[in-house]
């Protein structure tokens, strides 16, 4: 009953966005109360505490704003876009798992790797390949074969090859994908296209994969004693895992230009209807559907939660405060920088990493950088302030200690979160710094 209220309130969610209907949108609002309730308490605690605190902090506020009574229900449903994009995103991890992409595993990582230089790059790249159709989930079956097959290394060596290879690629992968709930966040906020917008974030994910790539030979590496005797088990091939790439950022421009839709109801769109036309070219269309209703069930049922009472909280709260002059007292220091644009750039990572640190989801930051910087930067600089909230909020999957993907890995490695933010600290701040200089040799 639950996941099915869920779906029903989504689906009317995404009509309204799509026919612009501000009834539909309001009557949302309503109906996704009880969804907010029910989610608070299946939530982890901190999702919870972030919630909360953007609910009373935007009730605190709600007296000094200027918002009338019959607006207040649309604010919960302003952000309901970005939970019915979370809820269909895992039907790109069944469409992988069901053409059994994830058998390759052992042959992509340790063919002829000799080297931990050379499992470093392999395990850097297979993450870089995967990721941006199965996100994290991917995660634990790399950093598991890894864990495993590195055994003869000293446990420093081998959790620094694990901690660095699969989560910077994590972040190398998604910066550019527009399956990624925080491209597509930065978009939403912006209002930016995503086509601009993808020579910056290629360049940058090109420049930086580079780097990792080179500091292992530069390094040079300790020799391995692996069997390097793998084959495909029955798994598709690396050009077709890139040729469906292309494939969905073409028809994600082609549809949105047809349809004259925002870049994220295309990409809600095209998501299903792109996995199942892939699984049905393979003749694996019967085995995608039992696999993609058992995916949509289990995130309707545990993995939305979260997410839903971030985005409904972040909704209420944004809504209010941009209707306060609390901003504008906030923002008159910031004023002084208007001429040195690109100092307030630099400040946007320190601001999302800072906020990482005492557990902030990037999400959340990015809202509220937003709401402070968006009146200086974005008129001049749209694509600069777009690329650096992803780059940013990208940036602290790598190093966050409350982060799940960071708290994964330290779980798989049995190592201290924090050790893992150490570790990868140093490439979120280079992440940062070449993205502005990048952002400034190429205007």
Same mark, same amino acid.
């Given at each position: 009953?639950?996941?099915l ?11 309204g ?9 309001s ?30 902090i ?10 009338s ?18 809820a ?9 798992e ?6 390759n595993?052992?042959?992509w ?19 870089y ?9 991917i ?5 598991n ?38 491209? %597509? $966040?930065?978009? @939403?906020?912006t209002? &930016?296209?995503? !086509?601009? /917008?993808?020579?910056? #974030? +290629? ?7 580079i ?32 040729t ?7 028809? %994600? $421009?082609?549809i @949105?230009?047809?349809? &004259?839709?925002s !870049?994220? /109801?295309?990409?809600i #769109? +095209? ?29 309707l ?18 809504g ?20 040195h ?9 320190l ?5 990482a640190?005492i557990?902030?989801?990037p999400i959340?930051?990015?809202?509220l950088?937003?709401e ?27 190093m ?14 049995n ?11 140093p ?8 993205a502005?200089?990048l ?5």
């Amino acid at each position: 009953m639950q996941r099915l209220y869920y779906a029903i309130v989504l689906s009317i969610v995404f009509i309204g966005l799509a026919l612009e209907s501000t009834l539909l949108l309001s009557l949302c609002g309503i109906l996704s109360l009880p969804m907010f309730f029910y989610s608070f308490y299946r939530s982890n605690r901190l999702f919870k505490g972030m919630g909360l605190a953007f609910l009373v902090i935007g009730a605190v506020l709600l007296p000094f704003s200027t918002i009338s009574f019959n607006e207040l229900p649309q604010l919960f449903s302003s952000n309901l876009t970005l939970v019915v994009f979370v809820a269909i995103v895992p039907l790109m991890q069944a469409a992988i798992e069901t053409l059994y992409y994830d058998r390759n595993v052992n042959a992509w990582l340790f063919t002829r790797a000799n080297t931990t230089g050379k499992v470093e790059n392999r395990a850097l790249l297979t993450t870089y390949g995967f990721v941006p159709f199965m996100n994290f989930s991917i995660l634990p079956l790399l950093q598991n074969t890894l864990n495993d097959h590195l055994s003869e290394l000293p446990k420093k060596t081998r959790n620094s090859i694990i901690s660095k290879s699969t989560l910077r690629a994590y972040a190398l992968a998604l910066v550019w994908m527009p399956m990624e709930i925080m491209v %597509v $966040t930065a978009i @939403g906020l912006t209002g &930016e296209s995503y !086509f601009s /917008l993808l020579p910056y #974030l +290629l360049l940058l994910s090109v420049t930086m994969t580079i780097i990792e790539m080179v500091r292992p030979r530069v390094l040079k590496g300790t020799s391995l004693n692996l069997i390097n005797d793998y084959t495909n088990a029955k798994g598709r091939s690396k050009g077709s895992l890139v040729t469906a790439v292309v494939v969905f950022l073409l028809l %994600v $421009t082609l549809i @949105g230009e047809w349809l &004259e839709l925002s !870049f994220l /109801l295309t990409v809600i #769109l +095209l998501i299903p209807l792109f996995s199942y036309t892939w699984t049905l070219l393979f003749g694996k269309s019967k085995p995608f559907i039992a696999n993609g209703q058992s995916a949509l069930g289990k995130q309707l049922k545990t993995g939305i939660h979260p997410f839903l009472v971030l985005f409904m909280s972040l909704g209420w709260f944004t809504g209010i405060l941009n209707q306060t002059e609390l901003l504008t007292i906030v923002q008159e220091p910031l004023r002084a920088f208007e001429e040195h644009p690109y100092v307030l750039l630099l400040l946007i990572p320190l601001s999302f990493y800072s906020l990482a640190l005492i557990g902030i989801h990037p999400i959340a930051s990015m809202v509220l950088v937003h709401e402070i910087v968006a009146p200086i930067l974005q008129p001049g600089m749209p694509i600069e302030l777009t690329v650096m909230y992803i780059v940013s909020a990208l940036a602290t999957f790598t190093m966050s200690p409350y982060g799940i993907v960071v708290t994964m890995t330290a779980r798989h490695t049995n190592q201290n979160p924090y050790r893992i933010m150490l570790t990868n600290l140093p490439f979120a701040l280079l992440f940062g710094v070449i993205a502005v200089g990048l952002l400034i040799l190429i205007p």
